[in-house]
């Protein structure tokens, strides 16, 4: 099993910067992939950010250019920048790691509220 604990969340004006954390214990596997993904009212949930042990990122379009996701592997953390925050990225944040082995299992925090007002 693996414990993932997120924190950074919290009110901004547009414009502002966020950066939110994800510490990562228990069983994980040496190739895995972490990443964010975030869930507005109303709306499904989507990809924000992947970035793999290696340190390969994947980004949402919506997000190029303003968000950066990295991870310190020594802490099993991974962190993501957020600048130039606009309301329409007003959502609850998860983080997400999966283990990959024969199968891939999924794993996810509990999620962490970021609001941007306008």
């Known amino acids: 099993q693996v414990h993932l604990v997120e924190s950074g969340g919290g009110l901004v004006q547009a414009g502002g910067s966020l950066r939110l954390s994800c510490a990562a214990s228990?069983?994980?596997?040496?190739?895995?992939?972490m990443g964010w993904y975030r869930q507005a009212p109303g709306k499904q949930r989507e990809l924000v950010a992947t970035i793999t042990g290696g340190g390969g990122t994947d980004y949402a379009s919506s997000v190029k250019g303003r968000f950066t996701i990295s991870r310190d592997n020594t802490k099993n953390t991974v962190y993501l920048q957020m600048n130039s925050l606009n309301p329409e990225d007003t959502a609850v944040y998860y983080c997400n790691l999966k283990n990959v082995g024969r199968a891939i299992n999924n794993y996810w925090g509990q999620g962490t509220q970021v609001t941007v007002s306008s």
């Open positions: 228990g069983n994980i596997f040496t190739i895995n992939v």
